[in-house]
């Protein structure tokens, strides 16, 4: 029986904000795990954490980053990065001090991690390259899919698909209180996204509870098991670029509040570098110990 570093991560508290659990397992200098081992192992955390991380050594970064949700591997995973990249950073004396970390992934290539734990107690994670996939789904099908009327959907900006790391439908919803109270069934809405070349759903308001952040998010991933992630990085990417395509927002530092009215809202950050969007925020360490299989 072999035994590895485990921990279980929150990413994205604030306050007293619960964030969104990722579990980590960190892999020593040239151990590896394989799909099924790995695939197993997120199979056994279903309904204890959205997704699992397996950190590893890396011959061309500081470390590579492997995704997996207890369905399948992800192509990658926001809040996962930041839990995983946040602990990593914070607890090796090589990575505490440098400002800017190369991190592997399996899917998406090599991508730059932004240390900003003096300043802001924070990561930021460059998000990967926007895809602008389009869609002509119509605001009549989105509502009907998330079990909303059609009205609750703003016709001011457009619903739109993009990839920043998983396809992300975006949808406009007209005020705060839809928005929040917004429950759909997941069984109906993961064949939605299956039939729809979507991973996952970002749902929006412009209205916001706390007038410091720029946009109430939610978002839903039937797809990998669970109706809801409560704090997400891969789809405030998606909706930082359908942000700036829809003038928006001009790409300086903000802040989205995410979640349903059964919780206290999570809080993401957003920045761009060059012609990158950057997402970040700060994580908890839950459970930490040794991982045996």
Not at 43 to 66: P, R
Not at 201 to 230: C, M, Q
């Amino acid at each position: 029986m072999k035994k590895y570093g485990y921990k279980k991560i929150d990413a994205f508290t604030s306050n007293k904000s619960l964030g969104n659990p990722a579990a980590c397992i960190y892999l020593k200098e040239n151990e590896n795990l394989s799909h099924s081992k790995m695939l197993n192992i997120a199979k056994e955390h279903k309904g204890f954490v959205s997704e699992f991380v397996f950190c590893s050594s890396s011959l061309e970064a500081d470390c590579k980053l492997t995704y997996y949700s207890s369905e399948c591997e992800v192509d990658f995973c926001g809040h996962g990065t930041i839990a995983c990249m946040y602990d990593l950073i914070k607890n090796t004396e090589s990575l505490l001090f440098k400002s800017e970390i190369l991190m592997d992934t399996n899917k998406k290539g090599i991508l730059t991690v932004y240390n900003e734990l003096r300043d802001q107690d924070a990561v930021y994670i460059t998000a990967p390259k926007p895809i602008y996939i389009g869609t002509n789904i119509t605001a009549k099908e989105a509502a009907e899919n998330l079990g909303i009327s059609v009205e609750s959907i703003s016709d001011k900006y457009p619903i739109d698909l993009i990839n920043a790391g998983l396809p992300t439908l975006i949808v406009p919803i007209s005020n705060l209180k839809d928005e929040i109270n917004i429950f759909p069934d997941i069984k109906k809405l993961e064949e939605f996204c299956n039939n729809n070349g979507m991973d996952i759903i970002l749902i929006y308001s412009t209205e916001v509870k706390d007038n410091k952040n720029i946009a109430h998010t939610r978002v839903f991933s039937p797809k990998f098991g669970y109706l809801e992630d409560p704090a997400t990085g891969s789809g405030n990417s998606a909706f930082a670029y359908y942000m700036l395509k829809n003038n928006m927002w001009d790409g300086n530092p903000v802040s989205i509040e995410q979640g349903g009215i059964d919780r206290i809202f999570n809080i993401v950050k957003l920045a761009t570098k060059g012609s990158n969007v950057i997402f970040g925020g700060s994580a908890t360490v839950k459970i930490s110990g040794e991982y045996y299989l």
